[in-house]
């Protein structure tokens, strides 16, 4: 064999067996990573055995995880405070010195709130506009419920310094200050919070959380109001606002007219009581979509738009505990009950005389006493119903 470097190694003990290793190329490394510029990234990816490889990026990754948790927190909530706290200088001061003041969490305490729905303007502004729609909601966190109780807009009663009149005259004469005194006086409760809701800006909430699911349970076709046309012909041969039965996908102006019908054509037998169970229905539904998870997510976006239409003295941090009571609750278990009489002519007026019942009613809201729904064949009666919308 001519005399050049022959195509395998010597060693001590011979020839090494197995195949002939075939001459490489410069630069191509051996196996053992060492015969070229490559050796080098082979020892630095070798460094550390695979299966211990995914566990550093999930050590390293969780951390990042929860820092981007904690920023968007802070930041959900620097949002919704800020908006919040204009919401709170809406509430005159007459108002924040009649409530009751509380010891303990919303999340753990039983909380009672008068949510007043207003006709439009300024929320919380005494004026010519009266209250339409008059509701206490109570938190039971013991129960993990939530209880509802409508005050019929035309029930005749007490209003201080003003004589006996409709219940929603009280705000007329006396603005918020006074419709707070007359429902204390009516319930005998004592009140924690307000919330004012200016049912003109209500549907830019309900459309900022993305609009609200609501299970209709029969037909309406409405009286015409608020019609949807420019122009006064087809206005004129527009029959009125159609619901179908069953449960919907409603944005802000269907939530703000359902909540509104005040006639059902296709129910003639249906009373304002009706119209107050669907109150009841848009402001469970909006509390449901106010403390989902994808609501959360967009708070540091939301936070001006959810509070536009509001005057309350909640704070931020209170406004959480009560979505946590919200969403704890559910709605299978939510409590709606309502108070009632007998309807009656006074004074050219149409009105509701108080049920000797009511108090019952009340006893039932604050869960003194089991529920019961009201009397089969008495439109006007008081009770509560658990689970359904009153």
Not at 176 to 203: C, S
Request: glycine share 12%; aromatic share 8%; charged share 20%.
């Amino acid at each position: 064999m001519p005399d050049q470097e022959k195509p395998y190694r010597l060693y001590r003990g011979g020839r090494v067996k197995g195949r002939v290793p075939l001459e490489r190329r410069l630069g191509q490394p051996d196996q053992a990573g060492k015969g070229g510029p490559s050796g080098a990234g082979d020892r630095r990816r070798r460094w550390l055995p695979r299966r211990f490889r995914w566990k550093l990026a999930l050590a390293l990754a969780l951390p990042t995880l929860l820092l981007l948790v904690v920023l968007w927190g802070v930041g959900s909530y620097l949002a919704l405070s800020k908006s919040v706290g204009d919401a709170n200088d809406r509430v005159p001061p007459s108002v924040k010195h009649l409530l009751t003041h509380q010891n303990g969490l919303l999340s753990s305490t039983a909380t009672t709130i008068l949510v007043l729905g207003t006709d439009g303007g300024e929320p919380g502004r005494p004026g010519s506009r009266h209250s339409d729609s008059i509701m206490l909601v109570r938190t039971d966190p013991g129960k993990h419920r939530i209880a509802y109780l409508s005050i019929p807009r035309d029930l005749r009663v007490e209003i201080p310094g003003h004589g006996t009149d409709k219940i929603n005259a009280a705000f007329q004469f006396g603005g918020p200050t006074l419709a707070l005194q007359t429902v204390k006086q009516l319930t005998g409760l004592d009140v924690n919070h307000v919330a004012f809701v200016d049912f003109a800006k209500f549907k830019e909430l309900v459309d900022a959380i993305g609009g609200i699911e609501v299970d209709v349970p029969k037909p309406i076709l409405s009286n015409r109001f608020d019609c949807p046309y420019s122009t006064s012909a087809r206005c004129n041969a527009w029959p009125g606002w159609r619901f179908a039965k069953g449960k919907q996908h409603m944005n802000g102006q269907r939530a703000l007219v359902y909540s509104r019908v005040r006639e059902n054509k296709l129910d003639p037998s249906e009373t304002d009581f009706a119209r107050s169970r669907r109150q009841q229905q848009v402001v469970q539904a909006a509390g449901a979509k106010l403390t989902g998870f994808w609501t959360a997510l967009r708070m540091p976006f939301l936070g001006g738009k959810v509070v536009k239409p509001l005057a309350t003295d909640l704070s931020a941090w209170q406004l959480l505990q009560l979505g946590w009571a919200y969403f704890r609750a559910g709605s299978s278990n939510a409590l709606h009950c309502r108070l009632g009489g007998e309807p009656q002519t006074i004074g050219g007026q149409a009105v509701i005389v108080g049920s000797e019942d009511n108090p019952a009613a009340i006893a039932m809201f604050i869960g003194r006493s089991a529920p019961l729904p009201p009397p089969q064949g008495l439109p006007y009666a008081p009770g509560c119903i658990v689970g359904g919308s009153g």
